[in-house]
């Protein structure tokens, strides 16, 4: 049951991702799409807790709590880079295999809670935030 979950869910998010793609070369508008790729990243997030059997994200892949935390607001920078989103300690667990977002990067950035709310912003400093409070 796992399993099959799993593997409907990545479906789910690689059509997403040639979705998303696809759309960028269509008329749909930059909010759509922005908004598209937080979508991508929630799903993923969701994806990773559940499968994992996690209530928040102070624990990590190997089920102690050690390792490279979550990427959240208050720890830094935020990224667009997948490998290392939402933190490190994932793509390590996967063996240096993309884990829950197949695409390395993302036009936009992003940060994580402890509880696994998505923050998206502009750029690395976060100086412009989307959505702030949804």
């Not at 607001?73 to 977002?101: C, R």
């Not at 993302?106 to 750029?123: A, K, L």
């Amino acid at each position: 049951m796992k399993k099959a979950l799993r593997i409907l869910l990545l479906t789910v998010l690689g059509i997403g991702a040639v979705w998303t793609g696809a759309c960028r070369s269509s008329t749909m508008s930059p909010e759509s799409l922005r908004i598209g790729e937080k979508v991508t990243v929630e799903t993923a997030v969701k994806t990773l807790m559940q499968e994992n059997g996690l209530a928040d994200l102070s624990k990590y892949a190997d089920g102690t709590p050690t390792g490279a935390p979550v990427k959240t607001y208050e720890a830094g920078e935020a990224t667009n880079n997948m490998a290392s989103f939402p933190s490190t300690v994932w793509y390590l667990y996967y063996d240096g295999k993309q884990g829950y977002i197949r695409l390395p990067t993302m036009e936009y950035y992003y940060t994580v809670e402890n509880d696994g709310t998505v923050r998206q912003f502009g750029d690395a400093a976060k100086t412009v935030e989307y959505n702030a409070g949804k």
